[in-house]
Every structure is written in C-alpha cells, then in structure tokens.
C-alpha cells in the first residue's frame, strides 16, 4: 500500500509567479484536502476535493484552486504569488464513507515565495 | 480567540516522564485528532476520537465532550518521541477535510 506523496518537496518563486504542487492519495482513497501551514502556526484547511468536484472551501481567495483526477491524484494551483504564500502545503487523502474516516497526510511541499 | 486552543506551546521533560498535553475548543465537533509532525513536515495521525479513551501503546487519548476538552497523555516519554503535537477538530457539519488545527505543542524530551 502507498502512502500519500507530495512533489515538489522544496520551491522557491517570485512575487506574482503561478506555482502547481502535486498530490498522490493513499490506495483506496478517493478524497483529498489541501491545507496551508505557515511557520510557527497549525494548518489551515484551503479546500477538499471528492470525485473531482470541491466540496468544501477554506477562507482562501479565488487565486487558489484545485483538481482532482480520476486516479484521485491532486494539484493545488496558487496564481500572482504573494509573499505571505510562504508556508508548507499539506495534503491529506481519506476514503469519503462517512464522517470518521482518518485522513493520511503527505510529506509536505515548502514553498518560499521572494 | 482561536477555536482550538492548545497548551502548552513548549513541553521540556526529561526521559520516563509523564506527560500531558492539552486541548480545549469552543465549536461544537463530531470528531477529535491528535496529530504528531516531525521537524521536515510531516504530519502522522494518532488518534481520532470522537469520545471516551483511545490508547495505542504508550500513547492515551481522551476527550470530554461535555467540557470540550481533550488531553493526550504519553507515557514513559523517550527522546524519539520529540516532536509538535497538534489537535484538530471536525466541527458539526463541516466537510471531512475541513479540520481547525491548534498551534501545536512543541515537546522536546532530553535523555
């Protein structure tokens, strides 16, 4: 079984730049939930995808957004980078069948944005 | 006030203690997570609880619903165990992503 993996692991952008991170879910998993953890702070949650629809939005602006695949694999998408971008980006995929399921998080993508 | 409030922000304990780890919220939820994150990231889910006691080796947690309190007790502490520990909870009615995190308490256990 193959847990949840995360690409790139470090990236560095400017002001204004557009950056994609990839999200792989655990086998078996058809839901995915990005979160945003800057440093010295606790994740917060940008958005969930379930069958390749959103359902569920942080208080994000628009400028991020989403996909999910049909092998339930993920990007988040980040357009004009600003500096307060800066932070880990998490993913965590679950199995949607009820409102207990664990979710199994990935490694992380830092990005720094100059 | 955040929704999540954890306490302590640091833990220093030396090898074989006790430690406690606390948890308070003021939403209502239909589950609680303890979670552990390495320094590098990653985050590793302990438990998920939604009542009662969990116990998964020299980890314990509990939770109060009445109260809105949950601790995470770790027994015999070990320098492997080093790390911040976050509570996140799944308020009524949100999706299953959406989890409100705590700071994290940053436990350092010197041998």
């Known amino acids: 079984e193959t847990g949840v993996t995360q690409s790139p692991t470090h990236l560095i952008k400017t002001r204004g730049q557009q950056v994609t991170l990839r999200c792989s879910s655990q086998s078996g998993h058809n839901t995915v939930s990005w979160y945003q953890q800057a440093l010295g702070q606790g994740p917060q949650f940008i958005f969930q995808?379930?069958?390749?629809?959103?359902?569920g939005r942080g208080n994000f602006p628009p400028r991020f957004s989403g996909l999910q695949f049909p092998n339930y694999s993920s990007e988040l998408n980040v357009n004009a980078l600003e500096l307060d971008d800066s932070a880990l980006y998490l993913c965590a995929s679950s199995f949607l069948a009820g409102a207990y399921n664990e979710q199994f998080f990935g490694p992380g993508t830092r990005l720094t944005v100059l | 006030k955040n929704e999540v409030e954890q306490s302590p922000q640091n833990l220093t304990a030396q090898e074989g203690e006790f430690i406690t780890i606390n948890c308070s919220y003021s939403v209502g939820i239909s589950a609680l997570h303890w979670l552990q994150q390495h320094p590098g990231g990653g985050i590793v889910s302990l438990f998920m609880?939604?009542?009662g006691k969990k116990k998964h080796g020299r980890l314990i947690a509990t939770i109060n619903i009445q109260e809105k309190h949950s601790s995470l007790h770790i027994t015999a502490s070990h320098p492997r165990d080093s790390a911040v520990y976050i509570c996140?909870?799944?308020?009524?009615?949100?999706?299953?992503?959406?989890?409100?995190f705590g700071k994290g308490t940053k436990l350092s256990v010197k041998p």
């Open positions: 609880l939604s009542s």
């Open positions: 995808y379930y069958r390749e629809e959103e359902n």
């Open positions: 996140a909870v799944r308020s009524y009615g949100g999706s299953q992503g959406n989890l409100i």
